[in-house]
């Protein structure tokens, strides 16, 4: 279809059969390394998918880090990049990943209104600020977290103090001539209302985009106009691509983590 090659990351990326299993090798030992600080499957829903894990400092928390996992609406989970709390855990925030139910078994309209059920819970079991981040599709969840209109409980509307999407999805309207449209079954009316870029931001809620200056020339485009029509920072990583962007919230002084934290 029309846009199919505008959004084909691994086509273009060399060695990109490689990541999977090298998130899923970091994550596995992330979390054996967390032991009793590792909060696994906590329950946020009745659906299959409706839990998320939360990853605790050695001492009390600062606030807590929400990190939405990527693959399209349609693939992965949480567990697949565990490791990428630690960049959280180690500046003394705690991190949670939830789960939400993918494609084709679930529309995105369905998925947002998982992820804001599942703030509502981890919001139940941690303290302090909360900052919204996440991956491509993830990218797009988190954004949407900070869009007037979605549904957000007041204890979350309460700590929600920015979020960070990387390399987001934010005009879904090119998707429905994607072939990945197959399985998520968008129309044009809800692609027009689950796109952040077509909404305005919570005043309340600052927004920093972020994505690889490597990355497909649609990614790029879809990270500036979010940037541009929320009025807020974006920032393209020098020397990363679609699935490096994301190696920086491993780690405490990158400045993806600086941008997480900062000034809170």
């Given at each position: 279809m029309?846009?199919?090659?505008?959004?084909?990351?691994?086509?273009?990326?060399?060695?990109?059969?490689?990541f999977?299993?090298?998130?899923?090798?970091?994550?596995?030992g992330?979390?054996?390394?967390?032991?009793?600080?590792?909060?696994?499957?906590q329950?946020?829903?009745?659906?299959?998918?409706?839990?998320?894990?939360?990853?605790?400092?050695?001492?009390?928390?600062?606030?807590?880090?929400?990190?939405?996992?990527?693959?399209?609406?349609?693939?992965?989970?949480?567990?697949d990049?565990?490791?990428l709390?630690a960049?959280?855990v180690?500046?003394?925030?705690?991190?949670?990943?939830?789960?939400?139910?993918?494609?084709?078994?679930?529309?995105?309209?369905?998925?947002?209104?998982?992820?804001?059920?599942?703030?509502a819970a981890?919001?139940?079991?941690?303290?302090g600020p909360?900052?919204?981040?996440?991956?491509?599709?993830?990218?797009?969840?988190?954004?949407?977290?900070?869009?007037?209109g979605?549904?957000?409980?007041p204890?979350?509307?309460?700590?929600?103090?920015?979020?960070v999407?990387?390399?987001?999805?934010?005009?879904?309207?090119?998707?429905?001539?994607n072939?990945?449209?197959?399985?998520l079954?968008?129309?044009?009316?809800e692609?027009?209302?689950e796109s952040p870029?077509?909404?305005?931001?919570?005043p309340?809620?600052?927004?920093?985009?972020?994505?690889?200056?490597?990355?497909?020339?649609?990614?790029?485009m879809q990270?500036r106009?979010?940037?541009?029509?929320?009025?807020?920072?974006?920032?393209?990583d020098?020397?990363?691509?679609?699935?490096?962007?994301?190696?920086?919230l491993?780690?405490?002084?990158?400045?993806?983590?600086?941008?997480?934290?900062?000034?809170?």
């Open positions: 029309r846009f199919d090659d505008a959004f084909a990351n691994s086509k273009y990326l060399a060695g990109a059969k490689d999977p299993p090298r998130w899923a090798a970091k994550a596995a992330f979390r054996e390394g967390m032991g009793q600080n590792a909060r696994l499957g329950v946020y829903g009745a659906g299959e998918r409706n839990w998320f894990d939360l990853y605790l400092p050695a001492t009390a928390a600062k606030g807590v880090i929400v990190f939405i996992h990527g693959g399209y609406w349609l693939a992965f989970g949480p567990r990049f565990s490791h709390a960049g959280a180690e500046a003394g925030w705690a991190c949670a990943t939830p789960a939400y139910t993918l494609a084709p078994q679930a529309r995105i309209s369905t998925m947002t209104a998982e992820i804001a059920a599942a703030l981890i919001a139940d079991k941690t303290e909360m900052v919204v981040t996440g991956h491509s599709a993830g990218g797009h969840l988190s954004a949407r977290m900070a869009q007037e979605v549904s957000l409980s204890a979350v509307l309460s700590r929600l103090k920015r979020v999407p990387i390399s987001p999805l934010s005009d879904l309207r090119p998707l429905l001539e072939s990945m449209n197959n399985d079954r968008m129309d044009l009316p692609a027009r209302a870029a077509l909404h305005a931001r919570r309340d809620v600052s927004a920093h985009v972020w994505v690889g200056a490597d990355e497909r020339p649609a990614f790029l990270a106009v979010l940037s541009e029509e929320w009025d807020c920072p974006w920032t393209a020098p020397g990363h691509h679609h699935f490096s962007v994301i190696e920086g491993a780690d405490p002084a990158s400045p993806l983590c600086d941008v997480l934290l900062r000034g809170l």
